[in-house]
């Protein structure tokens, strides 16, 4: 049994999806590069794009907020990304977010700090050949999706830097990260405190 990934451009990965009985939301996560790229193209365009903070740690001591990632509004009338066509699918294929770039792959988060590269279960190919999929290993996988893979690891890499970045920071005692912040204080800093982006360097193809 021999088979690959192809994209259905079906758009389930670009539309607003919420499972509320899994406390599953739809999350397409942008690094701050990313929607910088983003934001220009849709103003050529003249298209609405819009995004809100997606993984943040407010840090207690200096009262400001980082910002790692935002992620993309998809309140729009249709409820998808702004990029999306019905007849073609993705309009951004070739430039797309690193994380449309290796779904169906995904990041999940294990806690704030750690991730793991997870299969999104929502996408139609992965529907379509589940009963296929549950009988492979990790070898396999990497040759079903040989595209999406090194793209999810790119960006788990991505992501562990960026919190290495994060504790590398309370280390040198510069930010410190509550791990007990109540809800209330939590919301009060994310309406009150000034934002500053974390970035790493460009990671390599």
Known sequence: MSFKYLCRKCG??????????LGY???????PEEVEKLIKI?????IEFRVIEDLVFPDVENKKVYVVTYRILLDNENQCCTFYDNNIGCTIHNIKPLACQAYPLALKNVDAFNFQISIDPLCNF??????NLKKVDLEKLKDIFEYEFPKAEKFFRKNKKLMLK????????KIKISREI???????????????????????S
């Open 12 to 21: 389930t990965c670009c539309h607003d999806i919420e499972e509320k009985e």
């Open 25 to 31: 939301i739809k999350r397409i996560p942008l690094y």
């Open 42 to 46: 849709a103003k050529e365009r003249d």
């Open 126 to 131: 992965v529907v379509a050949e589940y009963n």
């Open 166 to 173: 994060i504790r590398q920071l309370e280390f040198e005692k």
């Open 182 to 204: 109540s809800i209330t204080d939590y919301n009060k800093a994310l309406k009150e405190w000034d934002r500053e982006e974390i970035s790493v360097g460009k990671e390599k």
